[in-house]
């Protein structure tokens, strides 16, 4: 008698380890929809019959813009003048402001922006240059690009910028020594302002 209740308790611990095991590796095989405040977690995703783990917010969809100038703008002589990037290409976590024609990412993290402003008409030995602006300050700018003749040239800038995920802003400016002004291209494929969140 003492040895069939033995042999019970023992078949009944073995039963109940297997079953703990099996739920607890259906448990972690559910996928789960991340969301934005998922920045440390980890998460279990299944592929065919691979398990593997991933961070959530490498999950969450990254934000991504491009607007361009779809009106005229003319620059001012040697004065920082910030550009009215004001048709969206496309926003995919509604970051970028047509109005103030500014990227304000809510979520923190290190950010692509590249800028490039295409000027008409800057005649021999005047320059030109993009730059793109954190909180109202040059963050960095592109080359002094001279022009040798008389035709239409651009300015190009890229850089890996750190944002806050709150108050942190980005803008795409312009400067040119030509006096009095100088006109912008007016195309989504000369002046425009773009980025994307890297991590």
Known sequence: MKKFILKSLVFSMIFFCTWAIVFWFTKA????????????AWMYVTNGNTLTAAKRNNLVNRSAF????NSAQTISYNT????????????TNNEFDTTTYRFT?????KYFLTAQCSFSSVWDTYWWSAAIFKNWSVYTRGTWSPNWAATSNTSLVSTLVDANGTSDYFEAYCRTNKSPSVSLWVWGSSTYFAGFRVE
């Open 29 to 40: 095989r559910q996928t789960t929809n991340p969301t934005a405040t998922d920045d440390g």
């Open 66 to 69: 491009r607007a361009y100038l």
């Open 80 to 91: 920082n003048t910030k550009v009215y990037m004001n048709t969206e290409e496309f926003d």
């Open 105 to 109: 990412p809510k979520r923190a993290g």
